[in-house]
């Protein structure tokens, strides 16, 4: 019930393009302290933040001569007022462009930050913003997940590097997946535990447990939310340890009835030996080496790679004796 619930929500959302999903300071600074070495004489590009009050900005702001920025840049949709999720009916929108401490105080003082006016409304597909974007080395924000694959063709499309957070059912969107498997995007670090976003509050939640009330703030909880990169970092060089064998326990991997692989329930199953397709549970993502495994594919009702086909239709790729198992990441170990 609680999932049906979650998933009705985040529909609504969804249609009305409320997207207003405020990140918190400490799932900032938890997933960016992995990338330090990369920012470093870099400019970086928040395009989906209001400046006044995100805290993708407080971070980068307050930590620019740590992290050694050359500029931050940082834009979002034409707002009324400078509070936190304002009716965007103002004739213009702004953009923020920060440089460093300049009097030496250890503060982004407000004479230290360059407001300047857009003349369009501050979307991220609006000609003034792929300006900025071109500009940019490193792209890091909490992009409106409604709007999710067209936001990452566009960082595609212009070769830039980023760190962004989306649901992990995106995952599963063709557009996305096939990037994964091209080695063209793989899962940041900080991708376990519950991540709460401020929301409007006139924004519904229908579950109690997806709620809460800090400091007269409203928080919502969007179930799996992951962070998404194409920098490198040092988990996705690390060997997943596998102890388990195919050899002598076959009937605990039983194969797909409409896909050619076995299936494995738990990512620490994953046999040593076997050297043909497996299906594994998604959140091998999470802990995966390109070194050691190949992805092939995604499946559920059909294949992530390209969606229903008339091959596909209706027959469910992770069926084993007629019962569905949940989505599966098709791999193979190069190593053997």
Known sequence: ??????????????????????????????????????????????NCDDPRVSN??????YNFEQLGLKKLITTCYK????DLFSENKSEKAIYLEYTGDKNKNNIPDSKEIGIKHLKSDGDFRSKECIELLNQSDIVVTNPPFSLFREYVAQLIKHNKKFIILAQQN???YKEIFKLIKENKLWLGVDNNGTKWFQVPHNYE??????????NGKKFFSMGSVVWFTNLDIEKRHEDLILYKTYK?????????????????DKVMDIPMDYKGAM???VTFLDKHNPEQFEILDGIGRYSMLTGPTNETRGTYLT??????????????NKRI
């Open 79 to 82: 707002n009324k007022q400078m």
């Open 1 to 46: 019930m609680e999932k049906k619930s979650l998933n009705k929500s985040l529909r609504k959302a969804n249609q009305s393009k409320n997207d207003d999903f405020y990140t918190q300071l400490t799932d900032i600074e938890k997933e960016l302290k992995h990338y330090k070495k990369h920012f470093r004489n870099k400019v970086v590009f928040c």
């Open 170 to 172: 995106a995952i599963s």
């Open 319 to 332: 069926k084993i004796n007629g019962s569905p198992k949940f989505a599966r990441i098709i791999i193979k």
């Open 205 to 214: 939640i229908a579950t109690d447990s997806r709620k809460k009330i800090e």
């Open 279 to 281: 299906g594994v549970p």
């Open 248 to 264: 002598g326990h076959e009937k605990d991997y039983p194969k797909y009835d409409h896909y050619e692989a076995i299936n494995v």
């Open 56 to 61: 993708f900005f407080h971070y980068f702001s």
